[in-house]
């Protein structure tokens, strides 16, 4: 699988937060099949889901550096809350800036 499919698939929402919110995120993903990020040539500061083929990245400072428009946020809604994730080109363009 190509890197730009798999990111476009994987819908890596990155999320910015702080120490404190990490734990909690941390106890919610692993008990649903997430894994701590080990996987060789990607950064370990997040969590996969090997069968969903869903990414999520530990971020911190601002919205992609503050170069990203906040309002193209994507908020899904889901029986048990939101989620909110960065458009693919977003993500596309600050792994090529990178």
Same mark, same amino acid.
């Given at each position: 699988?190509?890197?730009?499919?798999?990111?476009?698939?994987?819908?890596?929402?990155?999320?910015?937060?702080?120490?404190?919110?990490?734990? %909690?995120?941390? *106890?919610?993903?692993?008990?649903?099949?997430?894994?701590?990020? $080990?996987?060789?040539?990607? +950064?370990?500061?997040?969590?996969?889901?090997? $069968? +969903?083929?869903?990414?999520?990245?530990?971020?911190?400072?601002?919205?992609?550096?503050?170069?990203?428009?906040?309002?193209?946020?994507?908020?899904?809604?889901? *029986?048990?809350?939101?989620?909110?994730? %960065?458009?693919?080109? $977003?993500?596309?363009? $600050?792994?090529?800036?990178?």
């Amino acid at each position: 699988m190509s890197g730009l499919l798999h990111l476009s698939l994987a819908l890596a929402a990155l999320v910015a937060m702080t120490v404190a919110v990490l734990s %909690a995120l941390s *106890a919610a993903l692993l008990p649903v099949g997430f894994r701590r990020e $080990d996987r060789q040539g990607r +950064l370990l500061r997040g969590f996969h889901h090997p $069968d +969903l083929i869903i990414g999520v990245e530990m971020v911190s400072g601002a919205y992609f550096d503050g170069s990203a428009d906040r309002r193209r946020i994507r908020i899904v809604e889901l *029986a048990s809350g939101e989620v909110w994730a %960065a458009p693919t080109e $977003d993500l596309i363009a $600050d792994r090529v800036g990178q």
